[in-house]
């Protein structure tokens, strides 16, 4: 796995030995960064079960001001610190240990560095309902500019509403089996 464009090109990202983690493919997040395209540059952004942080790395590398990963995992939040390391990154990384299936948020999240989080984006283990849960989390939606994207990763298996309180789906994509979900605020 490496980051694919801007300042780190082409640096390689450490991941667990074990396949305890399943990181977003080169491929898919390549596609995703073409569709944001320029809205990485300055933007806060936020990694949920972020596992080796490599779509927060990509948005650092591409201009985004800061990102703010957050996992369950201690041995991801690990690989995560060592991969911003890696990367430089330091000063404008923060790492949460945090599980995101419970009802509460870490302060952090709620406390952002601009405010709110332009991009946000979400990998939970396929199947496991996480996503519909996290987009129906009204603090979580909170965080989100007014302008901002939720970038939700997902099984084909696992479907998505179209509708989740204020947000809306303003695209999805497949790659395999796998299905990418942009959300917004509601015109």
């Known amino acids: 796995m490496r980051i694919i464009a801007g300042s780190c090109r082409g640096r390689r990202l450490k991941s667990p030995e074990n396949r305890s983690i399943r ?5 898919i997040r390549e596609s ?4 944001l395209g320029n809205r990485v540059e300055g933007a806060c952004v936020l990694d949920l079960f972020a596992g080796t942080g490599a779509l ?3 948005s ?3 201009g985004a001001s800061s990102s703010l990963f957050v996992d369950i995992a201690r041995g991801a939040c690990k690989i995560i610190r060592e991969n911003i ?3 430089r990154f330091s000063h404008h990384a923060d790492v949460v240990a945090w599980d995101m299936s419970g009802p509460s948020l870490p ?7 601009d405010g709110y989080f332009h991009l946000i984006f979400m990998d939970p283990p396929y199947n496991s309902g996480l996503a519909a849960k996290c987009l129906g989390n009204s603090s979580l939606v909170r965080c989100l500019a007014d302008d901002g994207i939720i970038i939700a990763e997902h099984s084909l298996n696992e479907s998505l509403h179209d509708n989740f309180g204020g947000l809306q789906l303003s695209d999805r994509r497949q790659y395999g089996n796998t299905l990418i979900s942009f959300f917004c605020f509601r015109p």
């Open 56 to 58: 927060g790395l990509e």
């Open 60 to 62: 650092l590398s591409r």
């Open 85 to 87: 390391d890696l990367c």
């Open 23 to 27: 990181p977003t493919s080169d491929r």
């Open 32 to 35: 995703v960064f073409n569709i």
């Open 107 to 113: 302060r952090q999240l709620l406390e952002t560095r």
